[in-house]
């Protein structure tokens, strides 16, 4: 079992930064692939990005390559989403979950195991 909390998702103008955390507890960490979601209103959930168990491969969706950045602390069981270069289409609450490493398709939410409860990102003048 893992219990996975984000935070440091807020209001942001275009072209801003913000960096997301996400702590798990629980199961060992160091285990899983952690992604990252968002899911804007009125859409459905779309895959942001994720991060392997040793944290050596890491994979992103196209809208987000380049200005966005996963990282990870096993030692602190925590996973990161640096967000840069913001716009408003990127205004969404922001999940990280887990799954199970060995798998494939992390791309698509029914790989993962484990969510937490999101956090709001909003990028506005």
């Known amino acids: 079992q893992v219990q996975l909390v984000e935070s440091g998702g807020g209001l942001v103008q275009p072209g801003g930064s913000l960096r997301l955390s996400c702590a798990a507890s629980?199961?060992?960490?160091?285990?899983?692939?952690l992604g990252w979601f968002r899911q804007a209103p009125g859409k459905e959930r779309e895959f942001v990005g994720y991060?392997?168990?040793?944290?050596?491969?890491?994979y992103y969706s196209d809208s987000v390559k380049g200005r966005f950045t996963i990282s990870r602390d096993n030692a602190k069981n925590t996973v990161y989403l640096q967000m840069n270069s913001l716009a408003p289409e990127d205004t969404a609450v922001y999940y990280c979950?887990?799954?199970?490493?060995?798998?494939?398709?992390?791309?698509?939410?029914?790989?993962?195991?484990?969510w937490g409860q999101g956090t709001q990102v909003t990028v506005s003048s």
């Open positions: 979950a887990a799954a199970k490493s060995g798998r494939t398709g992390y791309r698509y939410t029914y790989a993962y195991d484990y």
């Open positions: 629980g199961s060992t960490f160091s285990s899983y692939t």
């Open positions: 991060i392997t168990w040793s944290g050596g491969t890491t």
